[in-house]
């Protein structure tokens, strides 16, 4: 389509050229002028038609070039490819007691937590994804991302992409973040199918943590619908509605054992929002959400088997290590509510979560079940020099949650924390964001577990917990 415009435009102006030359209204030459006068006008008028025929010639040739050039791209689908990322540079200050007093490594019941410890590190995070269409129905897209290997396990962290500034300026690990098909069926608008390694398809409200770090990849199986696409002949479009309903169910391998049971995910989750006003900045949303791990409790703790992150263990001891005391069959309720004051969207949310499996008071006679968080935030960050704040309080019992995949930097992670998170954001620039984050948090460790490493050795410290994260992001 492209070759035949040009061509068309080129005949144009040949044809423009020659009837210029051919005027019948222009002046003739004189009945007596010279034979010569008449054949040199005719050779003027030949040599422009050679050269118009050889710019034509030569951008045919050009053309087909381009087009071998875009049929090879479409063939190989670059043209159907997205690239994203982003980098952080963080600035990090964590306020704490000492964690170890001895050569045991532990403190020990008898030592008073009368002395704190300030540490100071700089962290970056990089990551580089793409999303690749294969068809109008179909996408497969990936992540590379920075991370740090987790515990006892030679692997990424499945909770943090940092990657701390140390060790004698040596190279940082890359790891594959995530791999995943999406199906997106144009009959059903609003329904996806995904499966392989993704970003958490369950919606948590007001971005809190509380039961999943923001950072954690699931990997499995996961179904998504929403009332809020229709159809249209370029495919599914976003529809505004009084009232969004959607739902989640997903299947996710959490531990794959060779000669033993696997350990699996299911969740479903449910929610319902209704809009007071058709632009959605007036809306409340109400949802509920299960969470149950097969094959748990009785296995060594998730990533290492020396760290529970806070959960509950028991008696048993396999090889030096503990195992997992309780189950994990986790109800989450959930609200959100948003209205613009000053021009300015504020939200208000609470999240609240009750594992109903028995919970072994054996381990600690305190163990709770529950987990709840109220927080609200303020403004949008979006374009330069718009901002945003943020707070949210939250109690997170000890097995309330799986500790491995709560939120890595409160009360240093893990479970049995409470406290308070402050956070305010301003847009530098265009995609340039700062970022500060402040952590008031008490952990509710044991003393006297702590004493024995089989038996919890990685235990907290009970006392007082603050950290400082400042953080510059670019998005491209």
Same mark, same amino acid.
């Given at each position: 389509m492209r070759a035949t415009r040009l061509l068309f435009f080129l005949t144009l102006i040949l044809l423009a050229r020659a009837a210029v030359a051919g005027d019948p209204g222009a002046e003739a030459p004189p009945a007596n002028a010279p034979e010569s006068a008449s054949t040199a006008e005719i050779e003027?008028?030949?040599?422009?038609?050679?050269?118009?025929?050889?710019?034509?010639a030569n951008?045919?040739?050009?053309?087909?070039?381009l087009e071998k050039t875009k049929t090879s791209q479409d063939?190989?689908?670059?043209?159907? /490819?997205?690239?994203?990322?982003? $980098?952080?540079?963080? &600035?990090?200050?964590?306020? *704490?007691?000492?964690?170890?007093?001895? *050569? /045991? %490594?532990?403190? %020990?019941?008898?030592?008073?937590?009368?002395?704190?410890?300030?540490? &100071?590190?700089?962290?970056?995070?990089?990551?580089?994804?793409?999303?690749?269409?294969?068809?109008?129905?179909?996408? /497969? %897209? %990936?992540r590379l991302a920075t991370s740090m290997n987790a515990g006892a396990m030679n692997s990424g962290d499945p909770i943090s992409y940092n990657q701390t500034m140390t060790d004698a300026f040596s190279k940082k690990g890359v790891y594959?973040?995530?791999? #995943? &098909?999406?199906?997106?069926?144009?009959?059903?608008?609003?329904?996806?199918?995904?499966?392989?390694?993704?970003?958490?398809?369950?919606?948590?409200?007001?971005? *809190?943590?509380?039961?999943?770090?923001?950072?954690?990849?699931?990997?499995?199986?996961?179904?998504?619908?929403?009332?809020?696409?229709?159809?249209?002949?370029?495919?599914?479009?976003?529809?505004?509605?009084p009232l969004e309903l959607a739902a989640t169910a997903g299947y996710f391998l959490v531990q794959e054992r060779s000669i033993d049971v696997e350990t699996q995910l299911l969740g479903v989750q449910g929610s319902a929002k209704y809009n007071f006003e058709a632009d959605g900045s007036t809306s409340l949303m109400v949802g509920a959400s299960y969470y149950d791990?097969?094959?748990?409790?009785? $296995?060594?703790?998730l990533l290492d088997p020396a760290?529970?992150?806070?959960?509950?263990l028991s008696l048993a001891v396999l090889g030096g290590s503990a195992l997992y005391g309780d189950d994990f069959n986790i109800v989450e309720g959930f609200t959100e509510f948003t209205i613009p004051v000053f021009e300015r969207p504020l939200a208000l949310y609470g999240d609240i979560a009750y594992n109903t499996a028995k919970i072994d008071k054996n381990y600690d006679g305190n163990n709770?079940?529950?987990?709840? =968080?109220?927080?609200?935030? #303020?403004?949008?960050?979006? *374009?330069?020099?718009?901002?945003?704040?943020?707070?949210? #309080?939250?109690?997170?019992?000890?097995? =309330?949650?799986?500790?491995? $995949?709560?939120d890595s930097d409160f009360g240093g992670g893990g479970t049995n924390s409470k406290g308070h998170v402050l956070g305010a954001d301003f847009m530098l620039l265009k995609n340039t964001r700062l970022a500060v984050t402040y952590f008031i948090n008490h952990n509710m460790g044991s003393d006297w577990l702590r004493m024995v490493p089989t038996f919890g050795g990685k235990e907290k410290v009970d006392g007082p917990y603050q950290r400082l994260q400042v953080d510059l992001n670019f998005k491209f």
């Open positions: 003027r008028l030949r040599k422009v038609m050679l050269e118009e025929q050889e710019v034509i951008c045919m040739k050009r053309i087909d070039e063939k190989a689908g670059i043209n159907s /490819v997205k690239l994203n990322g982003d $980098f952080r540079y963080r &600035f990090e200050d964590i306020h *704490t007691d000492p964690k170890t007093f001895n *050569t /045991v %490594g532990v403190r %020990g019941p008898l030592k008073k937590a009368d002395q704190t410890k300030d540490r &100071f590190r700089h962290r970056l995070r990089l990551r580089l994804g793409f999303e690749w269409t294969v068809n109008d129905e179909v996408t /497969v %897209g %990936g594959l973040d995530t791999a #995943y &098909f999406d199906y997106h069926p144009a009959r059903v608008p609003g329904l996806k199918v995904m499966g392989g390694k993704m970003s958490n398809p369950f919606y948590v409200p007001g971005k *809190t943590q509380m039961i999943w770090d923001q950072d954690l990849t699931p990997e499995g199986l996961a179904v998504t619908y929403t009332n809020t696409m229709e159809s249209s002949p370029t495919g599914p479009v976003y529809r505004e509605v791990y097969g094959h748990l409790k009785g $296995f060594p703790p760290n529970s992150f806070g959960n509950a709770s079940g529950a987990a709840w =968080a109220l927080g609200a935030s #303020y403004g949008r960050c979006v *374009t330069p020099r718009s901002w945003s704040l943020h707070y949210e #309080y939250r109690d997170l019992g000890r097995d =309330a949650v799986v500790g491995a $995949f709560t």
